[in-house]
């Protein structure tokens, strides 16, 4: 299991009592790791899952919790409110994924290929390499695919640069990953 803690620092404005402000970022995080929620003004607070609106969590500008399904926390004081969204789980709980930067096909059986790593279950694994002028020089349908730093159409290798990526599979619990980045090519 992976262990997150999603820190969330909120500086909540003034405003007109009666206002709520909602909290719109994507809070991930995995089911039973801490999620401390902060707060910064000088008030007392009051913490509420709202799923318990009758139950106090905390009194402080902070909350500690280990939510274990999706949960939306109510902080409020006398004057101001703000709700947050937690989501819980989520593929970046059960799937590690690690892409290289760089890679140095010149023989020497050490990074001589361009290979992303995908430590869960998935299937429909798909790897696309682009230039510079976003020329697709490398396409593959593969379930472990990799590049060898040549032209997929002509074989030729190619020049020492960077190269975009992207990268989509479809994990074990049916999720739709799509990942892109850069690649640097050293000869």
């Known amino acids: 299991m992976k262990y997150f803690y999603l820190i969330i620092v909120v500086l909540i404005p003034q405003f007109s009592s009666g206002q709520n402000l909602t909290y719109s970022g994507n809070p991930w995080i995995c089911s039973g790791d801490e999620l401390l929620l902060f707060v910064y003004r000088d008030t007392a607070y009051n913490w509420v899952n ?43 709980c059960y799937c590690n994924y690690y892409i290289p930067n760089i890679f140095t096909p010149d023989g020497d059986d050490f990074n001589d290929v361009f290979k992303p790593i995908i430590a869960c279950d998935h299937w429909g694994a798909h790897l696309t390499i682009y230039n510079r002028m976003q020329k697709v020089v490398y396409d593959t349908h593969n379930q472990e695919p990799e590049w060898d730093g040549t032209y997929q159409k002509t074989g030729d290798p190619v020049e020492s640069d960077m190269f975009i990526w992207q990268l989509s599979f479809i994990t074990g619990e049916g999720e739709t990953i799509r990942l892109t980045g850069f690649v640097f090519l050293m000869r």
């Open 50 to 92: 709202t799923d318990e609106p009758d139950s106090i969590l905390s009194t402080s500008n902070y909350l500690s919790a280990y939510p274990e399904n999706n949960t939306t926390y109510l902080v409020y004081s006398s004057t101001d409110s703000l709700y947050i969204d937690v989501k819980v789980g989520g593929y970046m």
